[in-house]
């Protein structure tokens, strides 16, 4: 087998991205001191929501239990789609029309609001509104894409149908029978942008500390005590910002969602000119798979930024670099003599219906569930629930939903490789089906 690893490889799993990565100075408060908000967590949702309360004048600690934005604020693919996981009219089957607009008008404000913060805080970060491609993996797939396109479009999203004919003028592959075009949607370098949060931050008197495990939350009389690795901290408000990396000491919180593990690998420098021929417009990519994948130009224009579900269970890095690039060359056979430069891995956080929640528990305020679509939703409600909690806003639309678990999920997702297996083999008999009434029509 021909050595698919670069020389520069690296094989400890540290993403492409940590390059932009910047840490706090050490900053230990002493026990006597009282914040008025304690955050647990350093992505996207606990730094846009720092940036609030600090402006408002508060006084504000960041509590991460390994290094800052060690989770999937800087592990991700960096892309922006705007939207949920279902259609704006499945959603009102599910939890009612009015509900269900209220959650879409917030995700169709998304790439705007990224785009606001940018500007309010100089974050240089590689943001780039632009085109997102979906590829129908199907043609059935490229039916209810195109079934469900009126439904955007009403709402006012610059969405268009792209026949498998048409589609070269966004992506350099005959996987794919056509697909969803949305015109403005956006990418970023997520650790450039989430380096931006933490400066922005700091200049606003927000302290942090690293390596510091909250291990319990419990009132106080009229404030939160909180039990970490390195000591008790006294807050009046208390943020939980965790994710997909909830600790299972977090109980209430770590069974309402299920992490799972998403891979990533770049590739080596492939040349301006060679990545053009790849993504003409620029466009950030996924399918319409149940095992998706999800890919971009890097930043700089020079590599593939290629993502998937590799795996449901723990495999060594190289393995799931050689999965990944299977799963790559499936979509660019072009690519076959492409070496891997970095392969990396983090946790999202799914919730049994899909959809991302804020709220308060027992006093304890949170944010979390993004389901894959995190950067702009985590941005967006870190920002959206401190601005509630300084009675400064009403409450999201994804406040008003109860944020349950399921009966005996303890958050151990014990179930994800047999789901993940099912899924798998539902893509495989979409494929051969297709294959089939490909071959009977010829």
Known sequence: ??????????????????????????????????FDVAIIGSGFTGLSAALEFAEAGLTVLVIEAERLGHGASTRNGGMITGSLHETPEDLA????????????????????????????????CDFRIGDHFMGAYTAK????????????????????????????????TDHYQGGRLHEQCASVHPAKYHRGLVQNASRLGVQFVEQCRV?????????????????????????????????????WYRRRVVPMQSSIIATEELGEARMAS????????????????????????????????????????????RRLRRMMLGIFPQLDDVKISHCWGGFVAFTFDFLPHAGQQDGVDYAMGYCGSG?????????????????????????????????????NPWMLPAIGEYFRVRDRIDYALFRARQKKAA
């Open 375 to 411: 950067v702009a939703l985590a941005s967006w409600l870190g920002h959206r629930t401190a601005l509630r909690m300084l009675g400064r806003a009403s409450p999201s639309a994804f406040e008003a939903r109860p944020f349950k678990t399921r009966p005996f999920y303890t958050g």
């Open 215 to 251: 291990t319990d939350v419990t009132r106080a009389g009229e404030h939160f005590r909180l039990q970490t690795a390195r000591g008790p901290i006294t807050a009046r408000r208390v943020l939980m910002a965790t994710n997909g990396y909830t600790s299972p000491a977090l109980g």
């Open 141 to 172: 797939h490229y039916e209810a894409l195109s079934r469900s396109l009126p439904q955007y479009q009403r709402r006012g999203l610059p969405m268009r149908m792209v026949p498998k004919a048409d589609q070269g003028r966004y992506i350099a």
């Open 93 to 124: 089957k599910s939890i009612g029309t009015e509900l269900a607009e209220s959650m879409s008008r917030e995700a169709r404000g998304l790439v705007p609001f990224m785009a606001s913060q940018m500007d309010r805080f100089a974050i240089d």
């Open 278 to 321: 790849l993504f003409p417009t620029g466009a950030t990519v996924n399918d319409t798979k149940r095992i998706l994948s999800y890919f971009r130009p890097s930043p700089d224009g020079k590599r593939l930024i290629y993502g998937g579900r590799a795996t449901f269970q723990p495999i060594d890095v190289n393995e799931t670099a």
């Open 1 to 34: 087998m021909a050595e698919i690893f670069a020389e520069t490889y690296r094989a400890d799993g540290r993403p492409y991205w940590w390059d932009e990565l910047v840490s706090a100075p050490p900053n230990w408060p002493q026990d006597e001191t009282l």
